[in-house]
């Protein structure tokens, strides 16, 4: 069966470029395209994709704010984001709306279904760079307290869940779960999970279980 996928972005010969990239595979079927976040939004409703492909920075609604309603409307979906821009301004707050991926638009024609079929099985695909600026922004965390959230990922992490399960639990993705364990570890000035909680269990962040 095809992997059903939206086009979404404000540039018509853009679109027309990647609907030309993914209709020459039979593996992929292009079910709609949109020009703007509303369109996506309807045509997504219409169509109920597997995969919305989109621009991040277009007209009547911030790209971060299209993926939050999309995953709203249809919990389901994958966000597989296509853009020029690399900054953290964009990639941070799509990742935390719930994007699976972020590619840029430079990227090869194979690579680019690589990710669209990694995208419909829910896994993360970040293009280096996106990693990159990831990496810089939690290497220089404004503060070293953990949020909420990161405590409760780190708890998880404590009790030995996977990626799969945190985001189960916590009913955020995996992509989302990924960028707390960046920082995490920045905060904990450590590089893996298990450092991560020796090093939580040594400061007093998690407290051993009665009895252990």
Do not use: W
Not at 38 to 57: G, K, W
């Amino acid at each position: 069966m095809p992997i059903r996928m939206i086009i979404v972005d404000d540039h018509p010969v853009v679109r027309d470029g990647l609907r030309g990239i993914f209709t020459a595979d039979d593996a992929f079927e292009v079910v709609g395209e949109a020009a703007d976040g509303p369109e996506a939004l309807a045509v997504a409703m219409q169509t109920n994709p597997d995969v919305v492909l989109m621009d991040l920075r277009m007209p009547k609604m911030s790209g971060a704010e299209v993926i939050r309603r999309l995953r709203e409307q249809t919990p389901g979906i994958h966000v597989l984001v296509l853009t020029t821009f690399d900054d953290d301004a964009d990639v941070l707050p799509a990742i935390e709306q719930g994007a699976t991926g972020y590619l840029l638009k430079d990227t090869p024609r194979a690579e680019l279904r690589r990710a669209v079929r990694a995208a419909a099985r829910g896994e993360t695909v970040l293009s280096p760079s996106v990693v990159g600026v990831l990496t810089h922004r939690v290497r220089t965390p404004e503060q070293q307290t953990l949020s909420r959230r990161e405590f409760e990922v780190l708890g998880l992490i404590a009790r030995g869940a996977t990626n799969r399960e945190i985001a189960a639990k916590l009913f955020i993705t995996e992509a989302t779960v990924k960028t707390h364990l960046l920082h995490i570890f920045a905060k904990l000035k450590v590089n893996d999970r298990a450092a991560a909680v020796a090093a939580a269990y040594e400061t007093g962040l998690l407290k051993p279980a009665a009895g252990s």
